[in-house]
Antibody, heavy 121, light 108 residues
């Protein structure tokens, strides 16, 4: 059974940092591109960024809204992806989901349950 | 303001057929596949349609997707109460994934 489990969310002050984790199981994590998508309360989905597999040089890409502040990494030995968030703003408050992109055209087929990040003083 | 445009709401009665539209541009829908996600209240999104019109295993054939030019549609036939959810379209756009603002489907 495929599982994605996010952790690390919480309350942080504006300007602070937080690191989210996404533990994967049930599929070949090392061969998969992993993405982060967020959703503010009552709002729609927003793509945050992604990291590709080793075969694709662990290439990363980010939404303009987080570029330069957020960093995605992965540890294939632990089947875990990470989202390091720095210089957090109140508008970063959201539920953060990790999700797997299947192939090049299969879409985001599995999602974690999400972890809530609240940026507030 | 979402890159892809969806109606904020849609509704139908049990058994009816409803469609949800998604409008984009040449850089997203016009040149890439469209995906649809269903999000039930309090849960993570679920992939409903991929590559414009393909259903993942386990998704009922009541759900169908289509694309024409820079627009796409999700159709739900034989509407059921459990279809009440938020629906999002998505597509690749140049160097990023973009989503529609979501459509809240109410089953009357």
């Amino acid at each position: 059974e495929v599982q994605l489990v996010e952790s690390g969310g919480g309350l942080v002050q504006p300007g602070g940092s937080l690191k989210l984790s996404c533990a994967a199981s049930g599929f070949t994590f090392s061969g998969s591109a992993m993405h982060w998508v967020r959703q503010a309360s009552g709002k729609g989905l927003e793509w945050v960024g992604r990291i590709r597999s080793k075969a694709n040089s662990y290439a990363t890409a980010y939404a303009a809204s987080v570029k330069g502040r957020f960093t995605i990494s992965r540890d294939d030995s632990k089947n875990t992806a990470y989202l390091q968030m720095n210089s957090l703003k109140t508008e970063d408050t959201a539920v953060y989901y990790c999700t797997r992109l299947v192939g090049t055209s299969g879409g985001f087929d599995y999602w974690g349950q999400g972890t809530l990040v609240t940026v507030s003083s | 303001q979402s890159v892809l445009t969806q109606p904020p709401s849609a509704s139908g009665t049990p058994g009816q057929r409803v469609t949800i539209s998604c409008s984009g541009s040449s850089s997203n829908i016009g040149s890439n596949y469209v995906y649809w996600y269903q999000q039930l209240p309090g849960t993570a999104p679920k992939l409903l349609i991929y590559s414009n019109n393909q259903r993942p295993s386990g998704v009922p054939d009541r759900f169908s997707g289509s694309k024409s030019g820079t627009s796409a549609s999700l159709a739900i036939s034989g509407l059921r109460s459990e279809d009440e959810a938020d629906y999002y379209c998505a597509a690749w756009d140049d160097s990023r994934w973009v989503f529609g603002g979501g459509t809240k489907l109410t089953v009357l």
